[in-house]
């Protein structure tokens, strides 16, 4: 039990010991001299990394040297593409694409003999040559700046020793011994932090608000990730969830608050686990609950789970969801710093939004406000997805240039592809075309280019991606996830999908794409809340910059990358075609047959498609071993 400042200070300098080695510190901690570090994130989960621990603290276990090897799982490293990771501090050495079986060679290698595994270790390429190099000097993490992920992949997300002697809960006793509330607010106002979650709107002034409302008030946090793509906020919440609790504690404190709930997803049950985890600890400490650090401030957190709706992210159906009712959007305003959650006054930040509160109260607003833009302050975490090599989790300054993010970070476009078009802010962003590639990454820029920040979704596409079936695809979402409520959402979205289906099939009209237009304006403009008004945005864009594919669509009867399969065909070359017959075996529908033509130097006649009967299923291409299939 942690009772006042002090002892926080104390606990904290005595614990500081026990992470300096994964700092880059080579003191030995007593007898331990490595630190092994296993990524517990959900896609190093789901592959395993849990039996590579097994593995490895069984390995330790019978060579004897279980008391020398501190072994940690945490949080997401961020490379996502190359898991399970496993680090080896303090050298730093990177393991990637780690299996159980591999854990008797690094134990006896490197854990003893002092030599890393050059098989297992991640080599870069750096021009024509292949290097290994540490965690920090890596490509992917060089060009980041970690402020809300500054715990993940270094802490036990479950071990409250490991965060408080990472200064955790230092912000919250500052603001509760030395700041008044004015001064809380002021802070986040200087700091210029806007909302991650959305469009971005200035933290501080929504707790200014918030603060001039009396009675009973609630501080809230949408975990409610539904995005394609993105999984910024449950990746913070599985690596660092104490720093979401701390934040959430110094809101309170700064509107006038007691009580905090927490909205996330059921289907994070990792990221749930160690919420709860954390939030039991907390209570343990002192942190949560009465009277903390001695100062009368009391605070609680209660999660609620999610059922899967998307529309339960937009605010207000989020607090009615928590409420138990049925989670649909009401008319602002009034607003929820004025009338929210239970119609007491409430403050909503997502996850992200409150991990940088904390780095903002120990660094200052200054510190904060130096990084970024004029208008957006801070760094901002990517979930960077889709046709890209360098699969994962990225935090830069605002303003970093997408090339940046694509081809430094990124590691540009797999397979010697051309980059096409990056996808942002999920079914509520748009898509920013090649000739755009060198614009920075901020809220005003997305927006002027017909996108938006949205959470934080990065999803990368290539020459092989058709932009209608793309918007397409994400309009089928929005569809999907209304709630019905309002008319131009519930029947505006159904109709201009109607419209795209009808293109993407071959009997689109040139008139369509007027109508599109016409009817997404008045989605925009009429819909009740954020999901319905921005839901047009992905035909939007793609018909401001990618109006060419849309009219090969409508004119020429043709999906210029392949993908539409109505408007695909296939066609045999009747020179390279040996007439073996596979792709006619193959053929679910008979369309393909004998021709009467045999290639010089064979021996059988080719064979052709009959582009009536043929269903594009594909299944002819696939299997033709000689290249003499063509789709177009």
């Not at 331990?32 to 570090?37: A, D, E, G, P, Q």
């Not at 707790?207 to 975990?223: E, I, P, R």
């Not at 901002?380 to 430094?408: D, Y």
């Amino acid at each position: 039990m942690i009772k006042n400042v002090e002892e926080l200070n104390a606990a904290a300098e005595k614990l500081k010991s026990t992470v300096a080695m994964r700092e880059g510190s080579a003191e030995h901690e007593g007898k331990i001299r490595k630190h092994v570090l296993i990524c517990g994130g959900t896609g190093c989960t789901s592959s395993g990394s849990h039996k590579i621990r097994e593995a490895l603290e069984a390995e330790l276990a019978e060579k004897g040297i279980s008391d020398e090897i501190k072994v940690v799982t945490t949080g997401c490293f961020g490379l996502c593409a190359l898991g399970p990771i496993v680090i080896v501090y303090p050298e730093g050495t990177f393991y990637s694409r780690v299996a159980p079986e591999n854990m008797k060679e690094i134990v006896e290698s490197h854990l003893i003999g002092g030599v890393p595994v050059a098989s297992l270790e991640y080599k870069e390429k750096v021009g024509d040559h292949h290097m290994v190099n540490s965690l920090n000097d890596m490509t992917f993490y060089k060009k980041q700046h970690r402020v809300a992920l500054h715990n993940c992949g270094v802490i036990d997300p479950e071990n409250i020793d490991d965060y408080i002697a990472r200064d955790g809960y230092k912000a919250l006793a500052k603001v509760l011994t030395s700041m008044s509330r004015e001064e809380v607010v002021d802070t986040m106002l200087k700091s210029g932090l806007r909302g991650r979650g959305g469009a971005g709107f200035p933290t501080g002034l929504k707790w200014k608000f918030a603060m001039g409302s009396t009675g009973k008030k609630y501080v809230c946090c949408n975990a409610d990730e539904g995005d394609p793509g993105a999984f910024m906020d449950r990746s913070v919440l599985e690596g660092d969830p104490h720093s979401v609790l701390e934040a959430m504690a110094i809101a309170g404190y700064a509107i006038g608050s007691d009580e905090g709930y927490i909205y996330v997803r059921a289907e994070y049950p990792i990221a749930i686990h160690r919420l709860q985890v954390a939030i039991d600890q907390a209570h343990k400490e002192g942190l949560l609950g009465k009277n903390i650090f001695g100062t009368g401030f009391d605070f609680d957190i209660t999660l609620r789970f999610g059922a899967g709706a998307f529309v339960c992210g937009e605010e207000t159906a989020l607090m009615t969801s928590i409420e138990g009712k049925r989670g649909e959007p009401r008319p602002r305003p009034p607003f929820p710093a004025v009338k929210g959650l239970f119609d007491r006054p409430t403050i909503l930040n997502n996850v992200e939004t409150y991990a940088n509160i904390c780095q903002i109260i120990l660094n200052g607003a200054d510190w904060f406000a130096s990084m970024g833009t004029e208008k957006s302050k801070g760094t901002k975490v990517f979930a960077l997805g889709g046709k890209i090599v360098n699969t994962g989790l990225v935090e830069v300054p605002m303003g970093t240039t997408l090339r940046e993010v694509i081809e430094e970070i990124g590691g540009g476009i797999p397979n010697g592809k051309k980059f096409k078009a990056a996808q942002t802010g999920g079914p509520s962003g748009g898509c920013i075309p090649a000739h755009l590639i060198d614009t920075p990454i901020d809220y005003d820029n997305l927006i002027s280019i017909g996108s938006m920040m949205g959470s934080g979704g990065l999803i990368v596409m290539d020459e092989d991606n058709c932009m209608v079936d793309i918007a397409k695809f994400f309009l089928e979402f929005t569809v999907d996830e209304s709630c019905g409520k309002c008319t131009p959402c519930r029947v505006g979205t159904r109709r201009l999908l109607e419209i795209l289906n009808k293109i993407i099939e071959g009997r689109g009209e040139l008139e369509d794409l007027d109508r599109m237009e016409e009817l997404c304006d008045y989605i925009k403009s009429a819909s009740l809340c954020g999901l319905g008004q921005t839901a047009p945005n992905p035909v939007i864009s793609t018909l401001r910059y990618f109006r060419d594919e849309y009219i090969a669509h409508i004119v020429d009867k043709k999906c210029p990358a392949g993908v539409c399969k109505r408007l695909v065909k296939y066609e045999i070359d009747k020179d390279k075609c040996i007439g073996c017959g596979k792709c006619a075996r193959n053929c679910p529908v008979d369309a393909i047959s004998k021709t009467d033509y045999v290639a010089e130097g064979h021996k059988l006649p080719s064979l052709a498609i009959d582009t009536t009967k043929c269903v594009k299923c594909g299944a002819c291409i696939s299997g033709c071993k000689f290249g003499a299939i063509s789709k177009h």
